[in-house]
């Protein structure tokens, strides 16, 4: 068996048909024609996306005792956004082709126009990012609200409360998974930049001194976790920001970038956004945002560390590395080599026969399974077509109930990735399944 990553310059076009055909990732109200830069999560993709944003929370939050969670909401008042920033600095350059009058972000398409390829521009114009609307049934200023760009800022108009309830001390982390919505000029590249998505972000409010030893400390984390979740390293950097491309907020930020099939892009940033949230939020409001130190006596506005992720960005970076091409015995086929706590069936289980005997023994084992692993019940088609299909999508391991587990009470496990099969007593099933995943 020979097996190579698709680095193909059509690998982005496979991973995209890939994930409609078989039920990751569809265009929204496609039946109306599509909505632009907007996406349905089909059954296999609302598992991975699932299985991500898990992982995250796992290692983020559940395997820590620094770091508590938070969902905040979505809507927000202008006095939020005029004090963090974004009504005044969250704008991309916008400029119109004078030939065709396609409208661009000025700093993506390096002077030419992708659409008709004239040079001749408007000149660049500030355009606001943010989604506005209207909150209740009066319009007017006082009804306005605005959709959340980030999931951040709730986190730190939630400081105060969370350092009553929970009673930590710096340093410590809030995290919060959600969606955000940005108003793109030019959304592209599939599920990398839409219009709305989620994201997985942590707030790590630390004292002023140990802010760039936890900066950097989080930098090496948020890439470890990537390369545990199985992205090769080769297709993994890291890209300090320079002084004069820093945000407004940052006192310094490094991205790790993965390779997509159009270059080195951004898959997660982590800032140091010093105290500049907590104080602004202060000043606006009137309310304290700071910490009394009760060893030292001393009282400061914490600084803040902050690993921001895309969780759709994620689990597209996820495909498009396991994506792979393999010829096995001569016949060619596509497998996603996921890691198995992405993969949306961890494991199937497939009967050799529709016959009545075996549908039985296959539905104990399913059951036998459900409550430890995701699972996948297929029973049509021959067996090699079924586990070309699970191949497709990722599944790990393959369960096979024939003819013979009616004797011996046993059944076929088969490796996504070698292919190897072995047979294993059903009574033994969970705990090999436990111990091929890490688990026992």
């Known amino acids: 068996m020979t097996s190579t990553p698709a680095t193909t310059p059509d690998l982005l076009e496979k991973v995209t048909n890939l994930a409609k055909r078989r039920g990751f990732i569809f265009p929204s109200a496609e039946i109306y024609g599509g909505f632009r830069s907007t996406y349905d999560y089909g059954p296999l993709g609302v598992n991975m996306l699932g299985n991500v944003k898990r992982a995250w929370w796992r290692s983020m939050v559940q395997m820590r005792s620094d770091i508590v969670g938070l969902d905040a909401a979505i809507l927000g008042p202008p006095a939020i956004w005029a004090a963090s920033g974004h009504l005044e600095t969250f704008t991309d350059p916008l400029v119109d082709c004078k030939k065709c009058k396609e409208r661009w972000r000025e700093d993506k398409i390096d002077g030419v126009c992708p659409n008709c390829g004239s040079t001749k521009f408007t000149e660049p114009r500030a355009f606001n990012l943010m989604f506005k609307t209207q909150a209740g049934p009066v319009e007017g200023e006082g009804a306005t609200a605005y959709l959340r760009p980030e999931t951040a800022q709730g986190i730190f108009t939630n400081f105060a409360n969370v350092l009553a309830t929970v009673r930590k001390k710096p340093p410590f982390g809030i995290a919060q998974i959600g969606k955000s919505f940005r108003n793109e000029i030019t959304p592209q590249n599939f599920v990398f930049r839409t219009r709305e998505f989620e994201q997985m972000e942590m707030e790590y409010f630390v004292a002023p001194a140990d802010a760039d030893q936890w900066y950097r400390y989080w930098i090496a984390t948020r890439l470890a976790w990537y390369l545990d979740l199985g992205i090769p390293e080769e297709q993994l950097r890291l890209h300090e920001h320079a002084q004069e491309d820093l945000s407004h907020y940052s006192r310094g930020t490094t991205d790790v970038e993965f390779a997509f099939p159009w270059g080195w892009d951004e898959l997660e940033g982590v800032a ?169």
């Not at 104080?279 to 506005?301: C, I, P």
């Not at 459900?370 to 599944?395: A, K, L, N, W």
Request: a negative charge.
């Open 272 to 440: 140091n956004r010093g105290d500049y949230d907590l104080t602004q939020h202060a000043n606006a409001s009137g309310v304290a945002l700071d910490y009394f130190d009760q060893t030292t006596k001393e009282r400061y506005t914490p600084f803040v560390i902050e690993p921001a992720a895309g969780a759709t960005r994620a689990m597209m970076a996820f495909l498009l590395a396991a994506y792979h091409e393999d010829v096995v015995e001569g016949e060619s086929r596509t497998v996603l080599r996921l890691d198995w706590r992405l993969a949306p069936y961890q494991v199937a289980v497939l009967p050799l026969s529709k016959k009545s005997e075996l549908e039985d023994v296959s539905r104990e084992v399913l059951e036998l399974l459900q409550p430890h692993f995701m699972c996948d019940y297929d029973v049509t088609q021959s067996i090699g077509r079924r586990y070309r299909r699970q191949d497709e999508v990722g599944t790990p391991y393959c369960v096979t109930v024939d003819f013979a587990t009616l004797e011996d009470r046993a059944v076929t496990v088969r490796d996504r990735d070698t292919t190897a099969q072995v047979r294993v007593p059903i009574g033994e099933l969970l705990a090999s399944l436990r111990e091929r995943t890490g688990q026992s």
